[in-house]
């Protein structure tokens, strides 16, 4: 399946499904918009047409579909995201698609990075929207809720964004994919022979080598992390910790005045 | 690894990040721009996250790590940003902030809401009373207590209203 800048085949199957998804959203949000059925089902098939387009363009085995099952709820749930008017089932579908990501990042050996993604987004970061939007929101929408700010051009940027992505990341002048290279040591922590024979590195000398050069455990991404990435694992406490101080700093309630 | 699943999957991390712009730019109300700077991140991660898996090293995980750290800070900091911002104005909308932008933008103004009005139905009202056009309402009417228009004074009233 490579197929070539130049080919017409390649751009069709390229920019109909971008095409598609971008004008089943303009459907989907005038149709919930003006409760017209007739504009919702022009959505929902310009999308399932998109998402047939993009699959029949992808490969087919056994791990693609299942990467591609995740890729197509995670697009549905950034779709729903996108057209809902309540705000708290625009949290849902984000919830959904971030939910899927998870899943991929599973499929993509980062099991340690899904967990945290499931509990800090979809965990912590939901139940902190949804209970700022209970504290900030009437029953009855708003009218910030069911206007948009010109969503055409919205939607047009995004089409064009994603056509050059695409054009980046599958042209045939775009980004070379090279083969990994297994000769370069990729962290600090596989160590030369002698140094891990030494006695200073008892850990690291009961490990078999091959636990340590194999990606993909969580244990071989806690050594790299905290010895190729301690000032960046530093930082970050750092970071964090401003965060804390400057979010309840922001979120107090003003003094009252004191006479 | 297959290089076509590293290229869709870069073309999907594409996707959710097209996807969070395009709530960004058209969206209103600050939670949900907010939700929407979240899902580019999540794009963003699938990237990194996919190339990690691609060059067979942790640098990419690393780095997505980063980024959720970084996304965690950008959440609180941004949830006591709207907390604080409606405490002052009682509202969730951007445009309440609109006269901290240039004076130079022109105001756009604001169209009303059409929300629903094509299954928009208005309750059918029994038809009662004088129709007006037949029988105009005499000058000398006077309403009783009640209100009820039956009773019709014999002196002469100044209305000058109905007229």
Redesign the interface.
């Known amino acids: 399946?490579d197929y070539q800048f130049t080919d017409p085949t390649w751009q069709l199957g390229m920019i109909t499904p971008i095409v598609l998804?971008a004008l089943s959203?303009l459907f989907l949000q005038h149709g919930v918009?003006?409760?017209?059925k007739q504009l919702i089902a022009a959505g929902v098939i310009s999308f399932c047409g998109a998402i047939v387009f993009a699959i029949g363009f992808?490969?087919s085995?056994m791990?693609?579909v299942m990467?591609?099952c995740f890729?197509s709820i995670?697009?549905v749930g950034?779709?729903s995201?996108?057209v809902a008017?309540e705000?708290v089932y625009?949290?849902l579908g984000?919830a959904t698609?971030?939910l899927s990501?998870c899943g991929?990042?599973f499929m993509?050996?980062?099991l340690?990075?899904a967990a945290?993604?499931m509990i800090?987004?979809a965990g912590?970061?939901i139940i902190?929207?949804l209970f700022?939007?209970m504290?900030?929101?009437q029953t009855q929408?708003?009218?910030?809720?069911?206007?948009?700010?010109?969503?055409v051009?919205?939607?047009a940027?995004?089409?064009v964004?994603?056509i050059t992505?695409?054009m980046c990341?599958?042209g045939e002048k775009g980004i070379k994919?090279a083969s990994?290279?297994?000769s370069r040591p990729?962290?600090g922590a596989v160590l030369p022979e002698e140094l891990r024979s030494s006695a200073a590195n008892d850990f690291l000398k009961n490990q078999p080598i091959e636990s340590i050069l194999v990606?993909g455990t969580t244990a071989?991404?806690g050594r790299?992390?905290y010895t190729?990435?301690l000032i960046?694992v530093e930082l970050?406490g750092a970071?964090?910790l401003?965060?804390?101080i400057?979010?309840?700093a922001?979120?107090q309630?003003?003094a009252e005045n004191l006479s | 690894m297959n290089d076509t699943i590293t290229q869709n999957l870069l073309v999907f991390g594409g996707v959710l990040f097209c996807a969070g712009l395009v709530g960004f730019l058209s969206r209103r109300s600050l939670i949900l721009m907010f939700l929407s700077l979240e899902m580019m991140l999540s794009g963003v991660s699938v990237n990194l996250i996919t190339f990690a898996r691609h060059h067979q090293n942790y640098q990419g995980q690393i780095l997505a790590i980063m980024v959720l750290t970084i996304a965690a800070c950008e959440a609180a900091i941004a949830l006591a940003l709207v907390v604080s911002l409606y405490r002052r104005k009682a509202t969730l909308d951007v445009k309440a902030w609109d006269d901290l932008s240039e004076t130079i933008v022109p105001k756009v103004s604001e169209s009303p809401v059409r929300f629903g009005d094509a299954a928009m139905e208005f309750p059918i009202l029994t038809p009662a009373g004088l129709d007006p056009l037949e029988r105009p309402v005499p000058s000398d009417f006077e309403a009783n207590e009640s209100g009820t228009a039956d009773k019709v004074s014999t002196r002469t009233h100044e209305v000058s209203s109905h007229a």
């Open positions: 399946m998804g959203y918009l003006a409760k017209s992808a490969p085995t791990e693609s990467l591609m890729c995670a697009t950034g779709i995201f996108l008017r705000p625009a949290a984000f698609a971030v990501t991929i990042m993509q050996s980062a340690f990075l945290a993604t800090v987004y912590a970061t902190i929207f700022v939007l504290f900030a929101q929408l708003r009218t910030y809720d069911v206007q948009l700010t010109h969503p051009v919205a939607a940027i995004g089409a964004l994603l992505i695409t990341v599958t994919l990994p290279d297994a990729y962290s990606p071989g991404l790299s992390l190729d990435y960046a970050a970071v964090l401003v965060a804390t400057g979010a309840i922001l979120a309630r003003p």
